[in-house]
């Protein structure tokens, strides 16, 4: 059976304050409303098309980056005249011919689950009726459109706060603005809205009344966990949803077998992997599609993106590295960044202050303290000494440099790229490199020792410093 969906996202937001479109503000790491598109798109709705306003362009850009056009539909909402009026902007990006049900939700509700949609859509489909919506039951149910029901207890209506009466405020169950509304149904009923209330705005939930003149069905489903159907319409809300999705996170993977010397300082991304007895200490940052192999360390401050650790890896304190691959065994840090296209193969060592970029470094190298390797490739057992750097960029482009199998590379060793040194090459300290050295070599680049024999006392008599009779030195 067909199924289509409808994301309404066109509004500013205004209790954000914000210059930008509440749906962009993200969580969890990304926009909101690709959160609530990722959501319905899993449940196989196609199109999901989304209503766009404010910000349309920068809405479209973010969601089009990370779902394909083929599920994706935008559909330009200007100006905004309420929910009723997006929904009739929507259809235009549904096919004609559609003859399914269409579920129509909000991109500022992040946290509702795809398996309670799926629930929701069951009981639409078992229930025979032409629209269905869900409600909750709120202890304090605010401004939210109160749902009215008859005598025998079936839906009469949805009343919004403003246009209610003193009894149908004091009603519990409220309209979350998610439906399942039959398309042909949709269709009709959307040209019959008119915008008579305190809005003076086109109201989707006013479908329930058209629905039940026509003697159609109508299904309030009351979902139990009223927490996935929060909203957000503020920086507060914003906080404490992220909050919430933090602390659950961290909960399903101590569940799964990771510690954490503090979940309250951890943020862990719901699309990273963290294997069991993995050690997580505070003030970590663990984002994107990281993967992290069993028993791997991570003491404390780090930030990583998109990186995959292997086992039994110790990060140390002040760990940074985005889109780099971590081998197996290796320990690194404290104080390093690997950027992007930094791959070590296993049982590396990168230590203090080591930066490196695009670099390929093999099973058993180090590079222990302050050195820069960017567009390396380097051989295995290899010991890069303090202070080396690859010389890649020439102020235009960036050039390679290539090290073997167990060099030593002496420290203060700089290789001005391109360049390639083989394999079993002794590099002593201090050398420049800007030829090819050949495997087993020696390479230097020494400038002569010269020695002046008495020259620093001479060098003082010249600033008059001499010394006194205890033979102290100074200018008082
Ligand atoms: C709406 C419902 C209310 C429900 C509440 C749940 C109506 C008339 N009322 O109220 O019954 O309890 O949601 O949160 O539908 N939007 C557009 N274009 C518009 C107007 C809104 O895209 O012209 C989008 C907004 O960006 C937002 C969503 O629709 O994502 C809901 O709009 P909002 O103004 O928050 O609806 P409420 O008045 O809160
Ligand atoms: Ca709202």
Not at 23 to 30: A, N, P, S
Not at 106 to 132: E, I, N, Q, W
Request: charged content about 25%; some cysteine.
């Amino acid at each position: 059976m067909s199924f289509a969906a409808i994301v309404l996202a066109a509004g500013q937001g205004t209790r954000m304050r914000s210059a930008r479109a509440k749906v962009l503000h993200e969580i969890g790491g990304e926009p909101m409303i690709a959160r609530a598109v990722r959501t319905i798109a899993s449940l196989g709705a196609v199109p999901v098309v989304v209503v766009v306003g404010h910000q349309a362009r920068e809405v479209e850009t973010a969601l089009s980056a990370r779902f394909g056009r083929d599920q994706l539909a935008f559909a330009l909402q200007e100006p905004q005249r309420g929910t009723g009026d997006a929904a009739r902007v929507a259809l235009a990006a549904i096919p004609e011919g559609f003859a399914g049900d269409v579920l129509i939700t909000y991109g500022d509700m992040p946290t509702v689950s795809a398996a309670t949609l799926d629930k929701f859509r069951a009981a639409h489909r078992k229930s025979g009726a032409k629209l269905s919506f869900i409600s909750i039951k709120l202890a304090d149910p605010k401004a939210y459109g109160r749902v009215v029901r008859d005598d025998n207890g079936g839906v009469a209506g949805i009343v919004e706060y403003r246009d209610a009466n003193e009894v149908e405020r004091a009603i519990n169950e409220i309209n979350t603005g998610f439906y399942l509304v039959d398309a042909a149904f949709l269709r009709a009923a959307l040209g019959e809205l008119k915008p008579n209330n305190a809005q003076n705005e086109y109201y989707l939930t006013d479908l329930v009344a058209i629905a039940r003149r026509q003697g159609l069905g109508v299904a309030a489903w009351i979902a139990n966990d009223p927490a996935e159907f929060v909203g957000i319409n503020s920086r507060m809300e914003l906080a404490e949803m992220e909050a919430t999705i933090r602390e659950s996170t961290c909960r399903k993977l101590m569940d799964a077998g990771v510690t954490f010397i503090d979940p309250a300082s951890a943020f862990i991304s719901e699309e990273a992997e963290i294997a069991p007895d993995c050690t997580i200490g505070p003030n970590v940052q663990i984002l994107g599609r990281t993967k992290i192999a069993s028993g791997a360390t991570i003491e404390g401050t780090a930030w990583l993106k998109n990186v995959t650790i292997g086992k039994g890896t110790l990060l140390k304190l002040g760990v940074r590295a985005e889109d780099a691959v971590i081998g197996d065994e290796c320990e690194i840090g404290p104080f390093a960044n690997l950027r992007a296209g930094t791959y070590l193969e296993g049982h590396n060592r990168i230590g203090n202050f080591v930066e490196t970029k695009k670099a390929r470094i093999g099973r058993g190298t180090k590079a222990s303290h302050l050195s820069y390797l960017g567009d390396a490739t380097i051989g295995r057992d290899t010991n890069v000494g303090c202070g080396v750097i690859t010389v890649n960029y020439d102020g235009y482009e960036k050039h390679h440099t290539e090290i073997g199998d167990r060099c030593m590379v002496g420290c203060d060793t700089q290789l001005i790229a391109p360049v390639k040194v083989g394999s079993d090459v002794y590099v002593a300290s201090g050398t420049t490199i800007m030829r090819e050295v050949s495997d087993g070599a020696l390479v230097m680049s020494h400038h002569p020792q010269r020695e002046k024999a008495g020259w620093m006392a001479t060098w003082r008599e010249r600033h008059g410093d001499s010394p006194d009779d205890n033979g102290k030195r100074g200018r008082e």
